[in-house]
């Protein structure tokens, strides 16, 4: 990387991103307090943030246009790694989702973001403006591929990040309204088929969704003491590390799908709305990066880039507070999970990438 590139990172999307990691960080103790080591996952945190923050540096590094000629083999390699969890893949909670690394272990599904971001903003860019069925059609059979492998783990949440991504930069590549309607209308025929589809599990949160009493101490349990757990922190907040409901331990996987409850419980409204004003914030370096981006495929990328992390903090947020269906998507550089966190730092820097190159007398 030249060292005048440098003048030209954007230091406020770091600076927001590093908040947010620390911030999360500081969320992470207090959900974990009460387990065996509170400190483990505090640990794990700076292992991940160091581990991400190099891939980090290296995608940044590279000319987003030179990772966009790889488009053919990073999206077969995409498609390998999710095949290959269902051959060798580890199964915790009832999902085949991870592959084992030595002692450690991975989720190819958050790797798969980031590469089909890149993936498809170059195969949009070299098609033109994809206005018709036909011309849209290998862009949604080159989504399809690795979403259905991802269903089948099950990871419905995942796929659904993927969709979202696909369905953006579509949009951002010019395709009109009226087909992505049309699409989404066919997708809506197509429910009552995608319903059998479903594991009874997933059946049973949609159904909760729409009625959580309807199974309060089964798959509803988790919907109704979020809510409570939120609303109790009213305005304030019950206060740092003294959220009674997190202390007791009665919202289900409050240090990575609900680590939204403990900050409602704990620091109240305001709290809240500090955390959303800060993803308010990355978001709009996001959209400022897609705007000036120098060419097409940056701009794609950075869409990209921007609906992942948009949807995440959307459904995360929404399925806290009973607004959208628990699907298990983290909160963006907050929840606990090491494959997710270097995912969105990798995702930061391909953002970061596309910024530094706004300028095209500097290369």
């Known amino acids: 990387m030249k060292p005048r590139v440098l003048r030209y990172v954007d230091w406020a999307l770091v600076a927001s991103t590093l908040a947010l990691i620390l911030g999360g960080a500081v969320i992470l103790f207090s959900a974990t307090r009460t387990f065996p080591d509170p400190w483990a996952f505090v ?24 990772l966009a000629r790889w488009w053919r083999p990073l999206w077969l390699g995409t498609v390998i790694l999710l095949a290959a969890v269902d051959i060798v893949g580890r199964t915790a909670q009832g999902a085949q989702r991870w592959l084992p690394l030595g002692p450690l272990s991975f989720q190819p599904s958050e790797v798969a973001k980031v590469l089909l971001i890149i993936t498809l903003a170059k195969h949009l ?26 269903v089948q783990q099950p990871d419905m949440g995942t796929a659904l990040v993927l969709l979202a991504i696909l369905l953006a930069m579509l949009f951002a590549a010019g395709t009109p309204v009226r087909l992505l309607g049309g699409l989404a209308a066919a997708g809506a025929l197509a429910a009552p088929v995608l319903w059998r ?26 919907l109704i003491q979020s809510k409570i757990a939120v609303g109790s922190g009213q305005l304030l907040g019950k206060g740092f590390l003294q959220g ?27 709290g809240a709305l500090t955390l959303l004003a800060l993803f308010g914030f990355w978001v709009w370096r996001a959209a400022a990066v897609a705007r000036v981006a120098k060419d097409r495929l940056g701009m794609l ?20 507070v009973g607004l959208a269906p628990i699907t298990g998507i983290p909160l963006p550089f907050v929840s606990h999970g090491g494959s997710a966190l270097i995912a969105m730092l990798a995702a930061t820097g391909l953002l970061l990438n596309v910024g530094m190159r706004r300028k095209k007398i500097l290369f």
């Open 301 to 320: 990328m950075a869409v990209g880039v921007l609906a992942m992390i948009a949807f995440h903090l959307f459904i995360n947020v929404g399925m806290t």
């Open 197 to 222: 589809m479903l594991h009874d599990y997933q059946r049973r949160r949609l159904i909760v969704f729409l009625d959580p009493g309807s199974d309060p101490l089964g798959a509803g349990y988790a």
């Open 125 to 150: 860019d070299g098609h033109g403006e994809p206005t018709s069925l036909r011309q849209v059609f290998p862009v949604l059979l080159h989504a399809a591929v690795p979403i259905v492998l991802i």
């Open 244 to 270: 009674t409901q997190n202390l007791l331990r009665f919202i289900p996987e409050q240090h990575t799908d609900f680590i939204f409850t403990v900050i409602g419980e704990e620091l109240g409204f305001l």
């Open 43 to 66: 640990k794990a945190r700076a292992v991940h943030v160091v581990l991400g923050g190099v891939i980090l540096v290296l995608v940044a590094a590279v000319d987003y246009q030179v």
